[in-house]
């Protein structure tokens, strides 16, 4: 029998390992893409499907565990999401097909999907107001920290051990995040539940979406996490083919600019007010994002480039914890719910913004789009601030 209460430093850790658990299933096998080409005799753009199908698992899956979690708790859908990704990824390791592959893919996406939305669902239950934006500083850096650091990752398990020895990495942690889901005490109590029948616990989301504070910080997270996809698919043809420089260095790059978002996660949770916090985030968002604007089509140095997106990244981490934090103390009451349409959100603002980098000229293209991402967020913010 787990514990009667865990640890602050377990479920930090905890927290911590279940929300870095999604960025890895789609980004740690990207060094992988050429290889899964070869080994499936297929094309690139059916290898890719992967990679689509998994972040739309993502999406979807948060949307049905979210709210399951408001009714039956945090600790048995979490098991069960476990469980399904453990299977799904052993049945990736032995796909006949890239078909197979794919669909696996897709079910890989669900389930892991079950440890992002609880994840944020457990921080809402076990900790209140600046509590929480601590406990959310953490999973702030990792969400911005995961997706970089992961095909990072990948490369050097690639290199090493070969595609199939990613999705063995992958299952090891799933059967880990297992276990430590068996320690873990339940942190939504019976009273605390949904007393919905299980046909209508999927009715919260419009009792969710009807508190304007809510959505609105919702929707500058989202706009903060576009702006990450973004970076994110625009920076390895920056860095590699208009600047030259060797995978390697852009490995640093993006290391440098994960610390980045941690710097910003740690530093948030010293201001006062988290509203002050949230409008200097979306301030230096929006004087990264001109400056780039401003400065990319005419080809600036690497020093300059890499300098507005440090700041850019810093101020991200920033965004990312507490527009996390003042959004779930909104919607605490279902908390499970809540963190579902942020989470699916995210994505899917994500996956729009990402091919949008990749129009015409990419120095113009990327300029745009984070100037536009910045602009939303901003008014997001400022609509939320001033929402009574």
Known sequence: ????????????????????????????YLPALPALTGYFDTGISMVQMGLTFSMIGLAAG????????????????LLCSMLLFAASTLACICAPNIETFVALRFVQGIAASGGIVIARSIAADKFKKKNLAKALAIVGAINGIAPIAAPVIGGLVLKAVGWKGIFLILLIIGIILGGLCLHFHESLSSPRRSKEKLSQTFRLFKTVLQNKKYLYYTLELSFALAMLFAYIASSPFIIQNHYGYSPLAFSLFFAANAIAIGLGAAVSVKFKSQENCLKTSCAGMLFCSFGLLATLPDNPSIIVFESLLFILCFTLGLSFTVATALAMNEARANAGTASA???????????????????????????????????????????AVRSA
């Not at 865990?6 to 890895?24: C, D, E, Q, V, Y």
Request: net charge positive; with cysteine; proline share 6%.
């Open 1 to 28: 029998m787990p514990a009667k209460n865990n640890s602050a430093n377990f479920i930090f850790t905890f927290l911590g390992l279940l929300t870095a658990f999604g960025p890895f299933v789609t980004d740690m």
């Open 62 to 77: 948060q949307l049905f565990f979210g709210p399951l979690s408001d009714k039956y708790g945090r600790r048995r859908p």
């Open 341 to 383: 349409v942020m989470g699916a959100l995210g994505f899917l603002f994500g996956s729009i913004v990402s091919p949008l980098v990749g129009l015409g000229n990419i120095m113009l293209s990327t300029g745009i789009t984070l100037t536009v991402c910045a602009l939303l967020a901003s008014f997001a913010a400022y609509k």
